[in-house]
């Protein structure tokens, strides 16, 4: 069985303070993780994910994840948040055996103010 | 490229009434398909996944059901629609659940 964990339903910061962003998973079989990010009236885009190698992942517009096998963890943080920031995040884990099943957390929403 | 299709955009439905939403993907063979259901607080909920024609993983027991007739295409279903089943769906697909593309996605209101 799977599951993703995210605790924060909802994260308030200041613009350019820093964030991180918790996802736990629990998984009987080896998975990739993914954090996909779905602005406003928008669909869901990828932000990142780790497949192999580096346990640490970088996105293009400064967000990382680092995966983390003993916790089980794979949070996400960004050193200075701007506005436009401003989303609800999903952490995601697909599984590597033959059931490609991929299941998401309840999302996290951040929530950057002036 | 790969393009993903789903319709409709938007349906309003009356308790009772049958439900069929269509998803297609086009640009590639084999994929993975699935089918969430989006809703405030509960992120996206895997409703159901299939790896292949006839081959259907149920994820939460409910109104509803699936079936993938052909490779690329992949439809969700309800004899009798409920006030519950109302909600925000979205279909994705996967090779190798290494990435996954979504569709546009229906928001579906049961009256």
């Known amino acids: 069985a799977q599951s993703v964990t995210q605790l924060d339903s909802q994260v308030p910061v200041f613009e350019e303070a820093p964030v991180e962003l918790r996802c736990n998973y629990s998984?009987?079989?080896?998975?990739?993780l993914f954090w996909y990010v779905q602005y406003p009236n928008q669909g869901l885009q990828l932000l990142l994910k780790?497949?192999?190698?580096?346990?640490l992942v970088e996105s293009i517009n400064g967000f990382e994840a680092e995966f983390n096998k003993s916790q089980t963890s794979f949070h996400l943080r960004k050193p200075s948040v701007h506005i436009s920031d401003t989303a609800e995040y999903f952490c995601?884990?697909?599984?590597?055996?033959?059931?490609?099943?991929?299941?998401f957390g309840s999302g996290t929403r951040l929530l950057v103010r002036p | 490229s790969q393009t993903i299709h789903q319709w409709p955009a938007t349906l309003v439905q009356p308790v009772g009434s049958p439900l069929s939403l269509e998803c297609t993907v086009e640009?590639?063979?084999?994929?993975?398909l699935y089918w969430y259901r989006q809703a405030a607080g509960r992120g996206l909920q895997l409703l159901f996944y299939?790896?292949?024609?006839?081959?259907i993983s149920s994820e939460v027991p409910q109104n509803l059901s699936a079936s993938r007739p052909q490779d690329r295409q992949f439809i969700l279903s309800s004899k009798k629609l409920l006030l519950s089943d109302s909600g925000f769906y979205l279909c994705?697909?996967?090779?190798?659940?290494?990435?996954?593309?979504f569709g546009q996605g229906t928001r579906l209101t049961v009256v």
């Open positions: 994705a697909w996967t090779i190798e659940v290494t990435e996954a593309f």
């Open positions: 998984s009987s079989v080896s998975v990739y």
């Open positions: 780790y497949l192999s190698g580096s346990t």
């Open positions: 995601a884990v697909g599984s590597m055996d033959s059931s490609y099943k991929l299941i």
């Open positions: 640009g590639t063979s084999n994929p993975n």
């Open positions: 299939s790896v292949g024609i006839g081959q």
